[in-house]
């Protein structure tokens, strides 16, 4: 079992920079993929950022690539988001989620089988 805890959202103008961090509790969180996902309203979930176990191999949805990057300290069971020249189209709940067992990148969304209850990012133009 892993449970999740994101904090570091907020209200934030046009052009200015966030970082989210998702605190894991459990066993399992260093030997899993993890991912950064979001949902505005009226959409669907969609991926932001993914990391594999170890953190050497990264994926991000076009929309924020050169943005944002995703990291993770295993130590501190803890997955990172910076998120810099935010854009009021960034404005979203952000989820993130583990996939345990999972040693590379996870694409999917419905193979991530733990999810934090998530914060909202607002940005204003």
Do not use: H
Request: aromatic residues 12%.
């Amino acid at each position: 079992q892993v449970q999740l805890v994101e904090s570091g959202g907020g209200l934030v103008q046009a052009g200015g920079s966030l970082r989210l961090s998702c605190a894991a509790s459990g066993r399992t969180f260093s030997s899993g993929a993890m991912g950064w996902f979001r949902q505005a309203p009226g959409k669907e979930r969609e991926v932001v950022a993914l990391i594999s176990w170890g953190g050497g191999l990264t994926y991000y949805s076009d929309s924020v690539k050169g943005r944002f990057t995703i990291s993770r300290d295993n130590a501190k069971n803890t997955v990172y988001l910076q998120m810099n020249n935010l854009k009021p189209e960034d404005t979203a709940v952000y989820y993130c989620a583990a996939a345990p067992g999972r040693y590379t990148i996870v694409r999917a969304i419905n193979d991530y089988n733990y999810w934090g209850q998530g914060t909202q990012v607002t940005v204003s133009s």
